[in-house]
């Protein structure tokens, strides 16, 4: 039995691998400034835009100032000088070639698209997250990107949600389901809107705190049995496609 008809999916951590593209954009940043690239810097500039962007998520910070400060504050922690707006220009510049998929993420979204309506839905700086679908080939496979720069709203608010849903014109909410990797973001977020959520947690790892997913998975390919009727399941990578890579 299929569950869901609608699926609004986070990009970082959850369709694309954040980890891999930032750590290529950030040494080429470090590499282009002549700053130190050693693994304990780029561990200082990741722990530094950690907390930034749970900042973010608690609205305690803008994503304007976000994206400057956390090169003020790197600059200053490892005692370099510079222009952080420049910087913070030239690294999203490089972020924004890099988009590495998380496994399955291709194949997934190819064989759920024939069945359900799927967006993204992001906190991530739009320009860069546009080019990195765009670049990922996952873009054809969505019928709405939603990215809270444009949107004027944050996740986990349940007004961003509430935008995503009316433009994709959604009527059936019980019948939509959030996927990320975030608990404090998308699946607090989508707890907010009344949503269903699907934490994707593929290093499965206890949950921290009281925010509690609808479900919980380790591979995308777990969504198949929510959004596919079981016929449907039995011509997964078999069907023939609109979609090809």
Known sequence: MAYYHCILFDVDGTLLDFEASESKALVETLTHYN??????????YRRINRDLWAALEQG????????????????????????????????????GDHAD????????????????????VSNGVARVQYNRLEQSGLDKYMDGVFVSEKLGVEKPSRKFFETALRTLGVEQ????LVVGDSLAA??????????????????GQENPGSIRPTHT?????????LVMEEDELQNVGSRNRRHQI
Request: glycine share 6%; aromatic share 8%; net charge negative.
């Open 217 to 225: 998975i380790t591979t995308l390919e777990e969504l198949y049995p």
């Open 101 to 120: 998929l998380m496994p399955g993420a291709a194949e997934v979204l190819r064989e759920l698209s024939e069945v359900a309506t799927l967006a993204v």
């Open 60 to 95: 305690k910070i803008k994503k304007d100032r976000l994206v400057i400060q956390r090169f003020e504050k790197f600059m200053q922690a490892i005692q370099v000088s510079g222009n952080a707006a420049e910087v913070n220009r030239f690294y999203l510049d490089r972020l």
């Open 35 to 44: 700053w130190p690239t050693d693994a304990e810097t780029q561990e200082t």
């Open 173 to 176: 909410r019980e019948k939509t």
């Open 186 to 203: 998308d699946i607090q977020g989508g707890i907010n809107a009344g949503l269903a959520t699907c934490w994707f947690n593929p290093a």
